[in-house]
């Protein structure tokens, strides 16, 4: 490009505040209806000449969020806007409107011919209180291109947009997903970008932390079923206290922070010391474990109910609040977390309640990790099958006919995930 092109295809970027101001449209056509409505988001009061509308805009007009005018366009409509936008299908008209609005001084786009405008639009979107514009010296698809990649980055996290000025500290409960990072959701991924202190457990997608920032302070809170652990009160205590000093602090937990991630609990106490808190919530285990392992968790025709149960505590213990008995009534589909300990005496009680002990039975060690294990059995065999094969946790075991379908799936469809045959 010629050296004099450039330099009369450069602009100077601003951004218009319109809360309040009047913004004329001469036009009724596919521009206007583009542009209006991002006028009317900005706040502006939108006046539109045209002697038709778009359906659309003749919408707006009729429930009074523009004005409409509706004949051409007239010399002095332009008398008390603060911007201007040329967009009729007819040249001359286009032109008359640049004429007057270069005479007030007011900028004015023409959309027919951008060498011609006092003003360009940009390309522009918007997310997360960040508004993206980009010029491309009238190259518009080259321009959308850079924006869509700038928002698209902003909206997954890629591109970090943390908060400087009037920022507040809170709390952000953060459901991390099954184990994967790329399962956390994008919600999750922008919590993390704009984090001043992370707390993070065992089970939470740990790679992650490898993408913040330095100055970024990361407080391990790992509960190890057995060893070490970090007490729920004390867990609690680095949150409140984090917020009240003015950070944001993300507290990423596996899988969704309300199933049995007592992601509540950190809620309450937020609560209780005054901390604004707000839940992320992810893809929880239960779920998308089973699911990524190819076993359904319901299925037409084979399984309507799905129970999530808790197996911290075994069948019996004083403070289970599981009724195992009445479990084994069902005949649809029950995924038991945190149950490889308690597995045997599940397996027993179920039976015991009805369950038939030929129902097929999936064990999924450290599911959607590198680490990932899967174990098929029934609910006779689980026991020792488990045992034998060294299962430990974290593992998502799913009860029921919805296993068998799976496996059967598998030994007649190339390329199901599940093993063909269940263990005996």
Known sequence: MPAGQEVRDAVYPVGLRLQGRRVVVVGGGQVA????PTLLAAGARVRIVSPWLRPVLEGLASTGEVEWSARGYRSGDLADAWYALAATDDAATNAAVAREAEAAR???????????????TPASGRHGGVSVAVHAQRDPRRAAHVRDQVVEQL????????????????????GGGPGDPELITLAGRRALAEADVVVVDRLAPT???????????????????????????????????????????VRLKGGDPYVFGRGFEELIACAEAGVPCRVVPGVTSAISVPALAGVPVTHRGVAHELVIVSGHLPPGHESSLVDWAALGR??????????????????AELIAGGRAADTPVAVVQSGSTAGERRVLATLSTVADVVAAEQVSAPATVVIGDVVGVAATVAATVAGSPVSATLAR
């Open 155 to 174: 909206r997954t996290g890629d591109l970090a947009a943390p908060r400087h000025r009037a920022r507040q500290g809170g709390v952000v409960l953060v």
């Open 207 to 249: 790679a992650l932390l490898d993408e913040l920032p330095s100055q970024v302070e990361i407080v391990d809170a790992t509960k190890l079923p057995r060893g070490r652990s970090a007490p729920q009160e004390a867990i609690n205590r680095v949150l409140v206290d984090g917020a009240l000093a003015g950070k944001l602090v």
């Open 106 to 120: 007011l900028f004015c786009v023409r959309a027919d011919d951008a060498t011609q405008s006092s003003a360009w």
């Open 33 to 36: 209806q583009r542009r209006v």
């Open 330 to 347: 069902l005949r649809g589909t029950i995924v038991v977390m945190m149950g490889v300990d308690t597995l045997p005496a599940i397996a």
